[in-house]
């Protein structure tokens, strides 16, 4: 079974640019992560989609992040004007089924963001 | 409010010794569940293991164990005989049903096992 794709894997911007990044979760996955993991922290959750509606984004900083599961399989999580501190690596995660009960999340190989 | 505390920052051991990584966590809900991923330095966050909190029964896979204590709010999990392919950071998370399955995730142990 293929896991969680992501891509780039690497880019370096400088400030005030946009960049955008992509993830395809695991095949029948509904519910989809994108989180922001800090240098020396854990996974920070930025939004959270289930099938193509948001569930939680009260993390998300909405003046400079977007995001959208358009058909509720792949996801963009776009960042414009990126700001020094969006250093970061962006990972998405996805699991299966509906809200109802735990389900183990599973990561992709995350995109690491440089902003000079 | 939902808390995971790592109070272990880095850990360093020789190969083949036993290392313990510690998991404090705080809810007030009788229902969750605690989860432990691996993050080597490729950066994917590998799932190790889930427990549920009506099970506290200990667990064993290969050199992995993990001790679940309600009464301590701990889930440790102990590498045994380490090897250098052990080394990464590791994550302790805790997921709640009330929540929509947001895990709240600690801030790691980085282990560094050396030959």
């Known amino acids: 079974e293929a896991g969680v794709a992501q891509s780039p894997r690497y880019k370096i911007i400088e400030k005030r640019q946009s960049v955008a990044f992509w993830c395809n979760p695991i095949s029948g996955h509904a519910t989809l992560y994108w989180y922001q993991q800090i240098l020396g922290q854990g996974p920070k959750l930025l939004i959270q989609?289930?099938?193509?509606?948001?569930?939680?984004d009260s993390q998300l900083p909405k003046d400079r992040f977007s995001a959208e599961r358009l058909k509720g399989v792949d996801s963009t999580l776009k960042i414009q004007p990126a700001k020094l501190e969006d250093s970061a690596v962006y990972l998405c995660a996805s699991s299966p089924g509906g809200l109802a009960g735990i389900k183990t999340q599973y990561f992709g190989p995350g995109t690491r963001l440089l902003v000079l | 409010a939902q808390k995971v505390t790592q109070a272990q920052t880095e850990i360093s051991v020789v190969e083949k010794e036993d290392v313990t990584l510690d998991c404090v966590y705080e809810t007030r809900d009788t229902t969750y569940y605690l989860f432990w991923y691996k993050q080597p330095p490729s950066g994917e966050l590998v799932f190790l293991i889930r427990r549920n909190s009506f099970d506290e029964q200990n667990e064993i896979s290969g050199r992995y164990s993990w001790n679940f204590q309600k009464s301590t709010s701990s889930f440790n999990f102990t590498i045994t005989a380490s090897q250098v392919v052990d080394s990464a950071v590791y994550f302790c998370a805790l997921s709640v049903p009330n929540t929509g399955n947001q895990f709240y995730f600690g801030t790691g142990t980085s282990l560094t096992v050396i030959p």
């Open positions: 989609f289930q099938n193509n509606g948001v569930v939680d």
